[in-house]
C-alpha cells in the first residue's frame, strides 16, 4: 500500500521561506512522478511542482516559478517542495501525489497521480 506522508507545513510570516516535505512508502516499482498540489480556500486545486523519480527532471505551474523548488532524495523515498518569498496567496493546503512513469502532459491537473497524501496546511500571514 503506498503512502503519502506531508510534513513540515505552519504559519509562516510574508516574505518568508518553507520546506515541505512529502515522505512515501510502499512503492513497488522504480520509476514514478511525485507531484505537489495546493487548494486554497474557495479555489480548485492546482500543481505546482512535479519531479521524476528516475532523472530528476521538473515541472512547475508558471505561477510559481522562481519560488518554488522541487527536489527528491531518492535513499530517503522523500521530496521536498521549497517555497521562498511566500505571499499571502500561498495560503493552502499542500498535498503530495504519485503515479507511475514520467511527468505526464497534464500532470498539474492531477493526471497521472494514483495516490494522495492527506496534506498539509501552510498559513501565509502576518
Known amino acids: 500500500q503506498v503512502q503519502l506522508v506531508e510534513s513540515g507545513g505552519g504559519l509562516v510570516q510574508p516574505g518568508g521561506s518553507l520546506r515541505l516535505s512529502c515522505a512515501a512508502s510502499?512503492?513497488?516499482?522504480?520509476?514514478?512522478?511525485i507531484g505537489w498540489f495546493r487548494q486554497a480556500p474557495g479555489k480548485e486545486r492546482e500543481g505546482v511542482a512535479c519531479?521524476?523519480?528516475?532523472?530528476?527532471?521538473?515541472a512547475y505551474t508558471d505561477s510559481v516559478k522562481g519560488r518554488f523548488t522541487i527536489s527528491r532524495d531518492n535513499a530517503k523515498n522523500t521530496v521536498y517542495l521549497q517555497i521562498s518569498s511566500l505571499q499571502l496567496e500561498d495560503t493552502a493546503v499542500y498535498y503530495c501525489?504519485?503515479?507511475?512513469?514520467?511527468?505526464?502532459?497534464?500532470?498539474?491537473?492531477?493526471?497521472?497521480?494514483?495516490?494522495w497524501g492527506t496534506g498539509i496546511l501552510v498559513t501565509v500571514s502576518s
Open positions: 519531479i521524476s523519480s528516475s532523472d530528476g527532471s521538473t
Open positions: 510502499g512503492f513497488t516499482a522504480d520509476y514514478y512522478i
Open positions: 501525489a504519485t503515479g507511475l512513469g514520467s511527468i505526464p502532459t497534464m500532470w498539474a491537473e492531477g493526471h497521472g497521480m494514483d495516490y
